[in-house]
């Protein structure tokens, strides 16, 4: 199993441009995770997913948008790319059967920089 | 929403020693889990433990979920085990984190 894989590693916009940040992962998992982490913090939930077709807001969901079309991807979409959202993306994902009783794996983070 | 506190938040020791850190939350929790983010940020897995006492060679974490505490105990500490240690409690659907302690292990 890859795991959990994101793309792309780094990407630099301009401030007003639009970017998708991509998630995927391959262990069936039912809940999918996106948290943004800025420099010498923790992490910050932006949006979740429960399954297919269902996704909610996290605690900083401005400026974010999500889809969840199929159980193994997670795309993150900025429309309107501001300075304030340079920071490192981590997607995770959990299998979500047995309420919060299990671990979390994280993918290895997308680091934006928006100049 | 709930509160997740770590202590220290920065800490530097000397290969060899040992360290204690500590992570209190304001609320019951479901589940609580310590990650290691290496100097290269990734995110590593260490324990999920909602309460109880577990090892794992020289790291081993111990929950108190009636006083909302855990604690996160490391021996010997090599200069591997540098870096920013997070507790991530789940409370309702979502995982909520605490700021880390940073952890500088010296040569």
């Known amino acids: 199993n890859a795991g959990v894989t994101q793309t792309p590693k780094f990407r630099i916009l301009k401030i007003g441009q639009s970017m998708t940040l991509q998630c995927a992962q391959d262990?069936?998992?039912?809940?999918m995770y996106w948290y943004r982490q800025d420099p010498g913090m923790g992490l910050k939930l932006i949006y979740y997913?429960?399954?297919?077709?269902?996704?909610d807001k996290g605690e900083v969901p401005n400026g974010y948008n999500v889809s969840r079309s199929t159980t193994e991807d997670f795309p993150l979409r900025l429309e309107l790319a501001a300075p304030s959202q340079t920071s490192v993306y981590f997607c995770?994902?959990?299998?979500?059967?047995?309420?919060?009783?299990?671990?979390?794996?994280f993918g290895p983070g997308t680091r934006l920089l928006v100049l | 929403g709930i509160q997740v506190e770590q202590s220290p938040p920065d800490l530097i020791l000397q290969e060899g020693a040992n360290s204690t850190l500590r992570c209190n939350f304001s609320?019951?929790?479901?589940?609580l889990q310590w990650f290691h983010q290496n100097p290269w940020g990734q995110l590593i897995n260490l324990f999920y433990?909602?309460?109880g006492t577990k090892q794992n060679g020289r790291l081993s974490a111990t929950t108190v979920a009636t006083e909302r505490y855990s604690l996160l105990y490391i021996s010997s500490s090599q200069t591997t085990d540098s870096g920013v240690y997070f507790c991530?409690?789940?409370?309702?659907?979502?995982?909520?984190f605490g700021p880390g302690t940073r952890l500088s292990v010296l040569p």
């Open positions: 262990m069936n998992h039912n809940y």
């Open positions: 609320d019951s929790v479901n589940n």
């Open positions: 433990i909602p309460s």
């Open positions: 995770a994902s959990k299998r979500g059967e047995t309420g919060g009783q299990e671990t979390q794996y």
């Open positions: 991530a409690v789940v409370y309702g659907q979502n995982f909520v």
């Open positions: 997913s429960v399954g297919a077709g269902i996704t």
